[in-house]
Structures are given as structure tokens and as C-alpha cells.
């Protein structure tokens, strides 16, 4: 096995130790059940109208979710970078049909585990229900924040917030999906980038 395999097995042992939950013995145990997945560029994890029936943790590449509006156009709504761990929430979560789909934009490596594992590890385990309390805590957060960040941030300091937190992915994104995020035109977008370099 190499070094960087190695490495990426233990970025998920990592994540889930970082809650400070799990035992080390836990997080062997579970992780195992972890299956390898490689999305190629523009593959989806899940589409619109299906059913999200797993979940996975990102080792590399970038997933973009993005939904679609009445008129037809495409919106992008987040993007998730290597240790995060992706599901279509409210489909994972209640069974109904997806409202968004989660598309590579890159190369991606994951770790999916299938819903029916993770509901027989919570009921094997009341670990386990904390753990998904903390993850809906964190969506509700993140939810929070993205409508805040549209109605009281400017575009300008959206793109520097994504540019600030996202350093090293920032270029691998297309300008159309960038802007999509931050609710412009691409024509604005141009703009904004020239500003920052400034």
C-alpha cells in the first residue's frame, strides 16, 4: 500500500476523531465499512429526483451541489472540498426524492458508506447518534450562514471568504460555477477578480 493511500485512510480516521465521540477501536471498526468510490469529472454522486441512500467523505477532488429553478437554470449552491463528509441531507435523511445533485468538478476520490450501514451502526452504537446530531447541527449552521452571507455580505466579500478559505482549490472551479455561487454574472465576477488583485 503507499504513502498516499495511507495517508487518505487516515484523513477519514482523522475526521471522525476529530469530535472527539468515537473511540480509536470505534473508528478502526466503522471505517472498514467504507467503500472506495472514484467519480470522474462531471459524474454525480446524486441527481435531482433520487433518492440519496449514502453517504460519503471526500479524500480528493470537488463536488459541487447545485439545484435547478423554475426557469431552468442551473444554481450552484455550495461546493465541498476534500474532509467533508457529503449527503443529500434531507433525502438521506427523510427517503424523499433529492431537491439538488452533487456533481464532481473535478476528479474525486471518496469513501461511501450506504444508509442501511449507518442506521444499524446507530442502533448498535449511541455514539452514533450524537455524531449525526453534531453533522444536522453543522448543516443548519452552514444554511444559516449562506443565507446571511447573501443578504448582508457584498459579492465582493463572499468571493474573498471562499478565496480566503479555499486557497488551494479555488483555481480548479470555472469562473460560471463561481459566479453561480456568489449570485453574479460572470461579467461581475471579472470585475471583483481584478479588484482582489489589485
Known sequence: MSIIVLLKDHMIEQYFDSFGIFSKEEIESFTSLFQYRKLNKTDFFVKENQKCTEIAFIQSG??????????????????????????????????????????AIT????????KSTVDQLVSENPNWIKFL???????????????????????????????????????????????SYLGITQRHLSRIRKEVMI
Open 62 to 103: 470537488i463536488i459541487r451541489s447545485y439545484y435547478m429553478t423554475a426557469d431552468g437554470q442551473d444554481m450552484t449552491y455550495c461546493f465541498r472540498f476534500p474532509n467533508d463528509l457529503i449527503a443529500a441531507y434531507s433525502s438521506f435523511l427523510t427517503g424523499n426524492l433529492s431537491i439538488e445533485s452533487m456533481q
Open 133 to 179: 446530531k453534531i453533522i444536522a447541527e453543522h448543516q443548519y449552521l452552514e444554511l444559516e450562514k449562506r443565507v446571511f452571507q447573501l443578504q448582508k455580505e457584498s459579492a465582493l466579500q463572499r468571493y474573498s471568504s471562499l478565496l480566503k478559505n479555499q486557497p488551494q482549490y479555488i483555481q480548479q472551479i470555472s469562473l460560471q460555477y463561481i459566479a
Open 107 to 114: 476528479v474525486v476520490e471518496l469513501l461511501v458508506i450506504k
